[in-house]
């Protein structure tokens, strides 16, 4: 059955936190910002160490790529139950530019590299809502995904994932190895209990680079403008039915 | 996701807010970067406030009202509380403790204080106790009491006020007589936090002379013969938990439930109460922290003179002092729990410094954000309120502030 699992956790900014768009209209404001664990990874942690604690995998490991302070993500993950962390250190020009394409490759070469069974992924991160790690790095590895998981059981050898999607619920059988996306329902990531916090203390975390790895991290994408939405401006009220239909055409809604 | 939070933004500032999003906000973990509260804590330290700050928001907060308004005594959350470690924070690990320091359990409280003030305070004298026994218990009494009062499998209360001691506590009446091999218990205590709903009292008692000296401390358990209580008392604040007298009639119990030697007993509750001190500041630390958020929401929200407040330079000034007054009380408080864990021989006296100082401030920013929010301000609806009723407290107990300065003068004219 599978021994090891990658979890990939990622630091995002908190997701109380009023965002402001930084003044050249590069990006948003993250300096000095509070930043935590991606809700959905926290999500995908929980259910890596409830795999563990059935005993149906043996090892977790939690993997993020960034600068020096995603070490505070992945000690959270190691808290709650992870064994050991990879960090892949990526900083500067390169994380502002990190995304989907690059993290997936990052995610297969680790998943090669750790011979894992299984790759837990949020479903999407709060701050980009791209929705595409987990589908990109199944594809790179050639492994069957079931992305959206709201349940995941082991059967015989194969995973039944039961997937939310726009129509309902559907439920699909998977072999391993296998790449799954955490969904909302999936569970409710535990607590760390202060003596897990401590005994994270002395978890490794092992430096990778992606050069390493055989990554290229350059970006293909280039971020052109970041906007606040539009403010919402005040309504009209209108007379007759007909007004409404002439207000309706101008603004070329019908 | 920009949108989202813009969103959120637009719903915080427009006036047709409902009340339950104010009185939600504090719940949302307080952003303002000035007075983050985990600024200078070591990476495993902002662990353990970011687990108490997500207990506070999701498991207390939720239902701090409702424990006020209908007394609750809320065994179920610090039950949970106690599964994550917070039963007996400074406990050693042997008995079932955490075995963290005075500075991680300062820190712990102040973030639980920001999801209920009086179920926070409790936790805190429950905990007092626990690291009492652990320190000046025998193994067999620690290995009896210490693993159930880590898990809050039982609960414990601090009895050392009487009807005619407060302040001058070494004055103590209720007697306990040597009979063989057990004590026979005689007097009442008042005021005690948890009396009659918990199971373990660490009752400060008079074995011997008039004065500190014939003080000694025993753990009574409930159920003894001639252990009673009083009437559940009506509180301004610290309402989720029942204050009772303890009433001792030819009680009896075993000397092997004495915590150290006879006429120990009041250097045991003088060294229970220096932490003591450090949780109660930090509790009302966590108040003023919400509270400080809370005010400053509504000052964005609220309109008048056709501006929100937050543009009114007076409140913009009140709202700075406010912060500035929080965060030197912060630094205050750590620092005293650095010296006690440390073992400095000024520990007592900043203890009494802080305990004094935080307290009176808290209040007093408690109140102001209560003035700030007008009207609004004095209904139940609103959080604000329920902070300063349970902080008003903090002035009076564990040593009244006057009592703190008796302490710190008499280090200040001792040395001369």
Redesign the interface.
């Known amino acids: 059955m599978s021994a090891r699992v990658l979890v990939g956790v990622k630091r995002v900014i908190?997701y109380?936190?009023?965002?402001r768009?930084k003044p050249d209209h590069s990006g948003?404001v993250t300096d000095?910002?509070?930043h935590?664990m991606n809700p959905f990874c926290e999500i995908a942690v929980e259910e890596a160490v409830k795999l563990k604690e059935k005993k149906l995998v043996k090892e977790v490991v939690a993997v993020s790529c960034g600068p020096q302070q995603v070490?505070?993500t992945i000690?959270?993950a190691l808290?709650m139950g992870a064994d050991r962390g990879i960090h892949v250190e990526v900083s500067g020009k390169d994380y502002e530019t990190l995304g989907p394409l690059q993290v997936s490759k990052i995610m297969a070469a680790l998943a090669k590299k750790e011979e894992a069974d299984l790759i837990i992924l949020g479903k999407q991160a709060?701050?980009?809502?791209c929705n595409q790690t987990g589908q990109m790095t199944a594809a790179l590895l050639d492994w069957p995904q079931g992305t959206f998981a709201s349940e995941v059981t082991l059967e015989a050898e194969k995973l039944k994932v039961v997937r939310e999607v726009d129509g309902g619920l559907e439920t699909i059988k998977i072999n391993l190895p296998a790449v799954l996306t955490a969904d909302l329902r999936l569970n409710t990531p535990r607590?760390?209990?202060?003596?897990n916090?401590?005994k994270?203390?002395k978890k490794k975390i092992v430096n990778v680079k992606p050069a390493d790895l055989g990554v290229d991290v350059n970006s293909r994408l280039e971020v052109l403008r970041?906007d606040?939405?539009p403010?919402?401006s005040a309504g009209v009220k209108v007379e007759t039915v007909d007004d409404l239909l002439g207000k309706l055409k101008e603004a070329g809604r019908i | 996701?920009?949108?989202r939070?813009?969103?959120?933004?637009?719903r915080l500032c427009s006036s047709s807010i409902g009340r339950s999003l104010i009185f939600n906000s504090v719940q949302?973990?307080g952003?303002a970067?000035c007075i983050?509260p985990s600024i200078g804590l070591s990476?495993?330290q902002?662990?353990?406030q970011?687990?108490a700050f997500?207990?506070a928001a999701n498991e207390m907060a939720p239902h701090m009202a409702e424990w006020d308004q209908k007394e609750r005594f809320p065994v179920k959350a610090m039950r949970k509380a106690a599964?994550?470690?917070?039963g007996g924070?400074y406990v050693s690990?042997e008995v079932g403790g955490?075995g963290?320091s005075r500075l991680d359990t300062s820190i712990i409280f102040e973030a639980l204080s920001t999801g209920c003030v009086s179920t926070t305070a409790y936790m805190s004298i429950h905990n007092m106790c626990a690291w009492m026994i652990d320190t000046f218990g025998n193994t067999e009494q620690r290995e009896q009491f210490c693993p159930d009062l880590c898990s809050m499998q039982k609960f414990a209360s601090y009895c050392l006020t009487e009807p005619s001691s407060g302040s001058d506590a070494a004055s103590l009446l209720t007697t306990a007589k040597l009979d063989d091999d057990h004590y026979v218990l005689n007097g009442s205590k008042a005021f005690i936090s948890g009396g009659g709903d918990t199971d373990v009292y660490v009752v400060m008692c008079r074995t011997g002379e008039k004065g500190p000296k014939g003080i000694s401390c025993l753990v009574v358990e409930k159920g003894t013969p001639g252990l009673s209580f009083g009437k559940k008392e009506k509180k301004v604040g610290w309402n989720s938990q029942p204050t009772r007298a303890v009433i001792f009639e030819d009680c009896a119990v075993p000397v092997s439930n004495r915590l150290g030697a006879e006429g120990q007993g009041f250097s045991i509750a003088m060294k229970g109460l220096n932490g003591g001190r450090i949780n109660i500041a930090s509790c009302s630390l966590g108040a003023a922290h919400a509270s400080v958020l809370l005010a400053r929401d509504h000052m964005c929200v609220r309109k008048q003179f056709g501006e929100t407040l937050a543009s009114s330079q007076f409140l913009q000034f009140k709202l700075a002092e406010m912060a500035t007054k929080l965060v030197a009380s912060r630094l205050l408080v750590r620092q005293a729990a650095v010296a006690l864990q440390d073992g400095r021989p000024d520990a007592v006296s900043l203890c009494s410094m802080a305990k004094l100082f935080v307290t009176d401030e808290c209040f007093s920013i408690c109140n102001q954000a209560l003035q700030i929010h007008g009207g609004y301000g004095y209904l139940k609806d609103y959080a604000v309120q329920q902070y300063v009723r349970d902080v008003r407290v903090h002035q009076i107990l564990e040593g009244t502030n006057e009592v703190m300065r008796m302490i710190i003068a008499r280090s200040l004219l001792t040395e001369s």
Request: proline share 5%; hydrophobic share 45%.
């Open positions: 908190d109380a936190v009023k965002i768009v948003v000095g910002v509070k935590s070490q505070e000690r959270t808290a709060i701050d980009d809502d607590y760390a209990t202060l003596p916090i401590m994270a203390k970041v606040e939405p403010q919402r | 996701m920009a949108a939070a813009l969103a959120r933004g637009v949302k973990r952003i970067a983050d990476d495993e902002k662990e353990f970011k687990l997500d207990f599964q994550l470690g917070f924070i690990p955490s963290l």
